[in-house]
């Protein structure tokens, strides 16, 4: 459904809310703690950077934060792999909408819709708990 760098950004913003609080985590840490490859988490820690999402800090003491904000997790998906999956037609036409619907239009409509609710009304502070508490994960 989402693109891998948003699935482990997604990831890394959870693992990053269960940090104790002001705590900066490092690059090692982050890619051990989500199974993501170091360059890899790199380039997509700065994209969350670049949107806002994550404060960052150099240097021998510096690390990331999320930002002390509450951020949703749509905000995360649209900050790697933009807005596309919902608001774009499932078949890829440029022009779909009520008035000029592709063939599947109206079955995808309510799922799209439901989608952007359960991201949109999801915040990060939401799922964490688990993840602190040991029965959910972020890798296996």
Do not use: W
């Amino acid at each position: 459904m989402f693109s891998k760098a948003c699935e482990y950004a997604l990831k890394i913003m959870i693992y990053l809310c269960t940090q104790e609080e002001g705590k900066l985590a490092g690059l090692r840490d982050i890619s051990a703690a989500n199974g993501s490859p170091e360059a890899y988490t790199a380039k997509i820690l700065q994209q969350l950077v670049k949107s806002g999402l994550l404060q960052s800090l150099r240097g021998p003491t510096g690390g990331f934060k999320v930002s002390d904000r509450p951020i949703t997790l749509l905000e995360v998906v649209v900050a790697i792999d933009g807005e596309s999956i919902v608001k774009d037609c499932v078949l890829g036409l440029k022009e779909c909408s009520s008035a000029y619907p592709c063939p599947v239009h109206d079955k995808f409509v309510a799922i799209r819709d439901h989608l952007k609710g359960v991201l949109t009304t999801t915040h990060l502070t939401d799922i964490k708990s688990g993840v602190i508490e040991g029965n959910r994960f972020l890798k296996l």
